[in-house]
């Protein structure tokens, strides 16, 4: 059995390690995949040395939940940790159940999403998914995509989350979000202890370099790090003419630019994913990364892509196509933050 590194996020007892699984692709996001599939992938993280597993009530209608925790029971709990979220409450739909869910996952349209992140519904949804897992508890509980309801989850939710926190029935809470800048006044205004930002720190782009990891670094707080591919675009070798950034097509100067990138690592026997997972790594507020993972092939290529070596003078020759230098302390390269 392998061994990846983890960090403790801030005096809760909740350690995560550096690489996470994501189990949307377990909730059949644009495809469908099947329990014995999902199975193998989270047993191949284990044996990889994965201990930290990400899930949401969002990701298939509850599919990723109940997925997870079938394929997690039997495991020592300690040994563990698993996330999930909050703010969308599902709800019994039979009117569109022969319908598909209009989202990105290949579910029947049994339930429907209900934004709430009322006190009321943060204590409803977690009922609802310790029940689809069939776990005690879980370890850490973001507030997901709180975009559109700031006031609310700021003046509601996270006292709920608090208040459970403080009870014990959840090790740390947060936020997981699209954007840097509202995670960043989480951090800065809200007692949480960890935050998820998707897609905002990668090769590509690093507004959250401005805000947010300087506000964790400040507070205390953790990050974790997800779409760190930016939908697809970092996750090739070779960057083909249908990738996809943000889920859509590729703009074609984006495309010209990822693949000076990606020629500019392979001069330094470096792949595209193996830095685009190495350069989020680097920074000191960063505690794991979760990578949506289906199979279990799809495991072992990013922990192989995870624990590979990048060469300092890979970040000096990428300079000028990776990073806005205005966001990066003086004298600093993109590879080196501490």
């Given at each position: 059995?392998?061994t990846?590194?983890?960090?403790?996020?801030?005096?809760?007892?909740?350690?995560?390690?550096?690489?996470?699984?994501?189990?949307?692709?377990?909730g059949?996001?644009?495809?469908?995949?099947?329990?014995?599939?999902?199975?193998?992938?989270?047993?191949?993280?284990?044996?990889?040395?994965?201990?930290?597993?990400?899930?949401?009530?969002?990701?298939?209608?509850?599919?990723?939940?109940?997925?997870?925790?079938?394929c997690?029971?039997?495991?020592?709990?300690?040994e563990?940790?698993v996330?999930?979220?909050v703010?969308?409450?599902?709800?019994?739909?039979?009117?569109?159940?022969?319908?598909?869910?209009?989202g990105?996952?290949?579910?029947?349209?049994?339930?429907?999403?209900?934004?709430?992140?009322?006190?009321?519904?943060?204590?409803?949804?977690?009922?609802?998914?310790?029940?689809?897992?069939?776990?005690?508890?879980?370890?850490?509980?973001?507030?997901?995509?709180?975009?559109?309801?700031?006031?609310?989850?700021?003046?509601?939710?996270?006292?709920?989350?608090?208040?459970?926190?403080?009870q014990?029935?959840?090790?740390?809470?947060?936020?997981?979000?699209?954007?840097?800048?509202?995670?960043?006044?989480?951090?800065?205004?809200a007692?949480?202890?960890?935050?998820?930002c998707?897609?905002?720190?990668?090769?590509?782009?690093?507004?959250?370099?401005?805000?947010?990891?300087?506000?964790?670094?400040?507070?205390?707080?953790a990050?974790?790090?997800?779409?760190v591919?930016?939908?697809?675009?970092?996750?090739?070798d070779?960057?083909?003419?249908?990738?996809?950034?943000?889920?859509?097509?590729?703009?074609?100067?984006?495309?010209?630019?990822?693949?000076?990138?990606a020629?500019?690592?392979?001069?330094?026997?470096?792949?595209?994913?193996?830095?685009?997972?190495?350069?989020?790594?680097?920074?000191?507020?960063?505690?794991?990364?979760?990578?949506?993972?289906?199979?279990?092939?799809?495991?072992?290529?990013?922990v192989?892509?995870?624990?590979?070596?990048?060469?300092?003078?890979?970040?000096?020759?990428l300079?000028?196509?990776?990073?806005?230098?205005?966001?990066?302390?003086?004298?600093?390269?993109?590879?080196?933050?501490?």
């Open positions: 059995m392998s990846l590194p983890s960090r403790e996020v801030r005096g809760t007892g909740v350690r995560m390690t550096s690489l996470g699984y994501g189990a949307a692709q377990a059949n996001l644009y495809r469908t995949t099947t329990d014995a599939g999902t199975q193998e992938a989270v047993d191949a993280a284990w044996d990889a040395g994965v201990r930290y597993f990400d899930t949401a009530p969002h990701y298939g209608l509850g599919l990723s939940e109940r997925r997870l925790g079938a997690l029971a039997g495991r020592p709990r300690g563990y940790v996330s999930t979220k703010g969308r409450l599902l709800v019994p739909s039979p009117e569109t159940a022969h319908e598909k869910d209009p990105m996952f290949d579910v029947p349209a049994a339930t429907r999403r209900v934004w709430d992140f009322s006190r009321d519904g943060v204590l409803r949804s977690l009922e609802s998914s310790l029940d689809r897992t069939g776990l005690d508890r879980f370890d850490v509980v973001y507030l997901h995509d709180p975009d559109d309801h700031e006031e609310q989850a700021f003046a509601e939710a996270l006292p709920a989350l608090v208040e459970l926190r403080e014990g029935v959840v090790g740390a809470i947060g936020a997981g979000m699209n954007q840097s800048a509202m995670l960043a006044r989480f951090v800065a205004e007692d949480v202890d960890v935050v998820m998707a897609g905002r720190f990668t090769l590509l782009e690093q507004p959250a370099l401005a805000d947010l990891l300087p506000a964790a670094a400040a507070h205390g707080a990050a974790v790090l997800a779409g591919y930016n939908s697809g675009l970092l996750a090739h070779v960057v083909p003419d249908d990738a996809t950034y943000d889920y859509a097509p590729a703009p074609a100067p984006l495309l010209d630019r990822t693949r000076r990138i020629s500019t690592c392979a001069d330094h026997g470096v792949t595209l994913p193996q830095a685009a997972l190495a350069y989020v790594r680097t920074h000191p507020a960063v505690v794991s990364i979760v990578v949506g993972l289906r199979t279990a092939d799809q495991v072992r290529q990013a192989a892509r995870h624990t590979a070596d990048v060469p300092d003078t890979a970040w000096d020759d300079w000028d196509d990776l990073v806005d230098r205005r966001l990066l302390a003086p004298g600093a390269h993109p590879g080196a933050f501490g």
